[in-house]
């Protein structure tokens, strides 16, 4: 399989870079990583660990490799190592556009003139970032789901002068890591799965926050619809109730309409620092949430 970079770099190892830097170092790439806060990644792989040992058998690196994908990859306390021998390097800091443009600009300082870098944002397209990085030409979107959950998707998208081979070259590198890409022919807010799965989301969040339904029903129709093992409402709290917030902020800055504001109930949850698994409480209650039990799905 074509192999389009060799060195790869993430920026940011909370619960997506941190993945991103695993499926890297499973798939035999150079991993280095940056992340402002120390000891971000061994503390994200240890929440990621105790929640997938509770919901999956095998996760989608299976668990007898895990210690050593971990091994391989070198997290460095100065961004400019981490940076400057990188082919490709991809950010996965807060969703938060005045943060991000920051890091394309750090980034930028610091990479060679050929590195390409990407942005793994649930929600802000590379086009309004690129700028930021004197190289709009090497930018994109390269945006992962939960990969060690098994959501082996990526939103594959360009921005206003991405090269084509740059946007293949992000397309080759995907599957190299054992995903499928989803490429967008043309900017979207929202990629091309994001986009179902946050019409899912707001769609829910609302008859939730309006009291029309309880969310565990939600789920149980979810889960025996689709036979997953989890509902919206339980993936919600997997992704971080605080992200969720963010991406709709972005939406709701996008189009103005006050349908697309987040709901006041979730706003609550989170002064309330009920932030989804990483916080041990969500809409459910970790580390054993009652969607686990048999009895959840029992008539
Ligand atoms: N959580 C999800 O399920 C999910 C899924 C797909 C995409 N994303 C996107 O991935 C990005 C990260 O989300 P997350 O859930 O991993 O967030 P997170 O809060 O779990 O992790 C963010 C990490 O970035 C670090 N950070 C903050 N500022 C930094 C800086 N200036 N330099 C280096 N590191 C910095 C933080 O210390 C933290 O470890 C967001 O854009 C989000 O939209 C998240």
Known sequence: MNRPFERITVIGTGTLGAQIAMLSANAGYQVKTFDSREGAFSETMDKLGSDLRSRVDQPFIPWGRWEDCASKI????QLSEAIGDADLVVEAVPEDMELKRQVFRQISQHASPGAVIATNSSS???SRLEESSGRPERCLNIHFYMPLQGMNIA??????????EVLQAGI??????GCV????NKELLGFCFNRVWRAIKKETLSMWANGF????????AWMIFSNMNMGPFGLMDAIGLDVVYDIEMVYFGDSGDPSDQPPQALKDKLQRGELGVKAGKGFYTYPDPEYLNPEFLTP
Do not use: A, E, N, Y
Request: charged residues 25%; aromatic residues 6%.
């Open 172 to 177: 080759s590198w995907v599957r190299t890591l």
């Open 124 to 126: 802000i397209p590379v």
């Open 74 to 77: 070198s997290h460095l306390t």
């Open 181 to 184: 890409p989803l490429t967008v």
């Open 213 to 220: 339904v309880d969310f565990r029903d939600v789920d149980r």
């Open 155 to 164: 939103d594959v998208m360009g921005g206003t002068k991405t090269q084509p």
